[in-house]
């Protein structure tokens, strides 16, 4: 089992920067790639942005790509959230998830179903 932990959250104008962190403890060794994913209130879940812990590689949804980067800190087993140019509309609970399915290509991790432990969440709220 892996926990998730996320932090970082609050509230902040539009055009304000926020940093998320998501620390994995557990079973860490058998991660293979991280998410993070949102959902506004009335509206499902959405996938934000992935990243392989193995090779760096990256995937952003269209919304986010330019504004937020996603990093990781493997000694740590903790991912990072940068988000710039904040928007009302980036508004949302922001989960952190993990897989251990291999195989796929970056992109495809953009599917929730692929992720097996989700973290509690944590508020981000943008005022305009």
């Known amino acids: 089992q892996v926990q998730l932990v996320e932090s970082g959250g609050g509230l902040v104008q539009a055009g304000g920067s926020l940093r998320l962190s998501c620390a994995a403890s557990?079973?860490?060794?058998?991660?293979?790639?991280m998410g993070w994913f949102r959902q506004a209130p009335g509206k499902e879940r959405e996938f934000v942005t992935t990243?392989?812990?193995?090779?760096?590689?990256?995937y952003y949804a269209d919304s986010v790509k330019g504004r937020f980067t996603i990093s990781r800190a493997n000694a740590e087993n903790t991912v990072y959230l940068q988000m710039t140019s904040l928007k009302p509309e980036d508004t949302a609970v922001y989960y952190c998830?993990?897989?251990?399915?291999?195989?796929?290509?970056?992109?495809?991790?953009?599917?929730?179903?692929?992720?097996?432990?989700w973290g509690q969440g944590t508020q981000v709220t943008v005022s305009s």
């Open positions: 998830a993990t897989t251990a399915i291999r195989g796929y290509s970056v992109s495809r991790y953009a599917r929730a179903d692929l992720f097996d432990a």
């Open positions: 557990g079973r860490t060794f058998n991660i293979y790639a």
């Open positions: 990243i392989m812990l193995y090779g760096g590689s990256t």
